[in-house]
C-alpha cells in the first residue's frame, strides 16, 4: 500500500510536469502566432504614417501585457512545482516512518510468539510428566478449543492415555477433525 502510494505521488508529479510543459508550448505557439498576426497588421498599417506608431505602440502594450501574464503563469507553476516537490518529500518521509513501524512492529510480534511458543512447549512437557488421570483431570477444565489444540500438539501416545479421562464427545470431535484435515 505504501508502495502504491509513492507510485501514485510519483505519478501524480510527472503529470502536471508534463502538462506545465505541454501548456507552456501552446501558450508559446499562440504567442507567436499573434506576433505573425501583428506583423501582417503593422504591415498593412505601415501603409497608414500617422495610425502606424499608435498601433505598434498599441501592439508593443499588447505583447508585453501577454509577457507578463505568462511570466506570472511560469512563476505560478514553478510555485506548485516546488509544493508538490515538498508534499512528495512529506510523504516519502511518512511512508519511511511507516516502514519503521512495520519492521519494530513484526519484531515485536515475532518475539512474542516466541514467548508463548515457549510457554506452549514447557506446558505440554508438563502435562506428558503428569499421570493420565491428573492430566485428564486438568484439561477438562479448560475450553474444548484449548484442549484439541493441545491434543493436537501431543504425541499419539499420550493423547492414547488421555482419552479416558476427557469429556468423549470433545474427543470424538478431535477425531473427526483429525480424519476431515487428512
Avoid at 145 to 159: G, H
Amino acid at each position: 500500500m505504501i508502495k502504491k502510494k509513492n507510485i501514485l505521488s510519483a505519478f501524480i508529479v510527472c503529470g502536471i510536469i508534463a502538462f506545465a510543459s505541454y501548456w507552456l508550448t501552446a501558450v508559446s505557439d499562440s504567442s507567436a502566432a499573434q506576433d505573425d498576426a501583428a506583423a501582417k497588421e503593422s504591415s498593412i498599417m505601415g501603409q497608414q504614417p500617422g495610425n502606424a506608431t499608435r498601433a505598434a505602440r498599441e501592439e508593443k502594450a499588447l505583447q508585453d501585457a501577454r509577457r507578463q501574464q505568462l511570466a506570472e503563469k511560469e512563476a505560478a507553476l514553478a510555485a506548485k512545482e516546488q509544493e508538490l516537490k515538498k508534499m512528495s518529500d512529506k510523504i516519502e518521509a511518512q511512508v519511511k516512518a511507516l516502514e519503521e513501524s512495520k519492521k519494530r512492529l513484526d519484531e515485536s510480534l515475532k518475539q512474542k510468539n516466541k514467548a508463548l511458543d515457549e510457554k506452549r512447549k514447557r506446558m505440554l512437557t508438563l502435562l506428558k510428566k503428569m499421570r493420565p488421570e491428573q492430566a485428564g483431570q486438568f484439561l477438562s477444565k479448560m475450553e474444548e478449543v484449548s484442549i484439541i489444540s493441545i491434543l493436537n500438539d501431543l504425541d499419539n501416545k499420550m493423547v492414547l492415555k488421555l482419552i479416558p479421562y476427557l469429556n468423549q464427545p470433545m474427543v470424538l470431535k478431535w477425531i473427526k477433525d483429525n480424519l476431515n484435515n487428512k
